[in-house]
DNA sequence: CTGAAAGCGCTTACAG
DNA sequence: CTGAAAGCGCTTACAG
């Protein structure tokens, strides 16, 4: 059994309320009475009961993390490791605690949320994945829950995000492309109903239309892989010989897609220029080194935790941060047919 | 304000005790009140509030997974983020939550982990990192808290834990290389008070002096990152000419080995054997395909949460399981000088 | 400055 | 079969 305030309080010979005071660090209580206490806290080794405290404050002083990927894909991407990581040093450094939500199926991850949520369990929730047509953050909106989605709600809730502007960092990606010279300029992105690639989308066919071209059937993938990046850029080239440049919505489906140019003996970036986004840590040591758009994640991690806090706190109703994004040139890209 | 148990008594015409009852499924209630209360529930939208069912049930209903390298090279390695597949996969199962506790340094995970257990925030945890003098693991002993540990934990210590045989999977990966004909292999491995490393290096010193041969001074590395791997490598490589095969403790290490291979102008396997460990997703589609120690890596994270859920329920005080390992040969191991 | 009382939202013996 | 009471471990007005 562990100690409680009321074993504190008998040995030390006041009531509960005062071992309370005193571990509130209250002012006004005596000196004596403190030291006293204070000893026998510390001589019963007393430690606060976390769920009784959360029961009175009506707060669980815990946020979860909802990913809703198959795991197998989510954590493999240095996306969400690095989001978690930049979540996990903001909510802890605030003294809260997170909790992770895993799902494989949008379905099963509304019912975790929403489950966790009305429990009382946690205090706010973080989505990883934002769907253009999210059920899980309408009623997230609607219930009033404190929650901050990674990426782009559907239009109408009004909700709390963090995300980077990815019409122009597609439209970015692809007019570096165009600006050396390609005219025919692929596609490989996930599914639509992924709101950040189907903004990449919209920013590549921009760029496109802005300079008269016309966009490539979409290559799709199901899931961010390498090996899925490799299939997607395999059937492309072979539909579509006249591709010179391949924008790939990540770096991973990049790597695969480098890959495939290979198997199909197509030199890179001679014969295939390649662009991917998120700059993962293993991006500058590809060979050869890989253009791509280098995405703030960390920070974007932090940012919703730092905004999900201060929703639960109450001190703010509604807040949105659009972080930066970065076109890194190294060398997987150059004019068609080779440099110069 | 969420609705409790009192306000659908009140609402229904019974008792707090009556509500509660039937929301438990008890047997004991009258069909007619089960179903007028189960309308009410329905009706105001009832969720039970964790936390006071926490209080009573004197269990938190969470366990804890510590994860305390730099999160930057934990995530990154297929290694954690396959574990953690595994317990959240087990943990959900059995309708329990998961609470991530990431910590930079040793010390900062015994205070993270001895809080949210003395707190009673978290039934229980699953450390990730095993070190050699691991003070956590002989406090969670000594106050006999659920706790089970990934890795081989401190001698003397009579923990729970899940691992495989390091110095056996050490051992094969060396011996495979020495009936290969390699006379001079070298290995890069980690921290010395990571146990994994210890026995991988003990299994890798045991199959040379079978063999008759001498191990090579232990290329260190500080994070598991492909960056620490090339540079290892690349100092083995030049200060040790002789060494014709390496051993990596981790598929990233080796990664990194293979790109530092190239650069010194070394062809693999051609040149040099290289065999890592893991098998992580990416070893097969590396160029040439990683010869690797296959671990089971999801295996032993599902294995270590059922155990923990055991000890957290009671139903045993201590539990240890030994997962399999198995050396996958690809392409990056040959005879030294090349082929037949 | 300190204590007794009430209460956070539940569950569960104990009566009836 | 159902309710009143006690209690999980704390906090906090309210008295004094």
Redesign the interface.
Known sequence: M?VTIKDVARRAGVSPSTVSRVIAGSGVISRATRERVAAVLKEMRY??????R??IRRE???VG?SISRP??DA??N?FF??V??GI??EV?AAGL??????SATPQEEQEHCL??L????IDGVIVSTARVADDLLKTLDQEGFPAVVVGRPPAGTRMSWVNNDNVAAGRMATEHLVSLGHRHIGLISGAEELSFCRDRYRGYAMALSAAGLEPEPVAHVVHF???DG?DAARRLLRDRPRVSAVVAVDDTLAT?AL?AA?ALGRRVPEDLSLVGFNDD??AA?L?PPLTTVRIQVYDMGRQAARILLRLVAGTAKLLRYRSAAELVVRATTCPPGGPR
């Open positions: 562990p430690h606060p009961n976390a769920v009784a959360s029961l669980a002083g815990i993390l795991a197998s954590f493999a240095a490791t690095e978690i990581r996990g040093d802890g605690d997170l909790l992770l939500s895993m489950r966790l009305r429990s009382r369990r892989t390498r090996q490799f695969g890959q290979r840590p293993f040591s060979d």
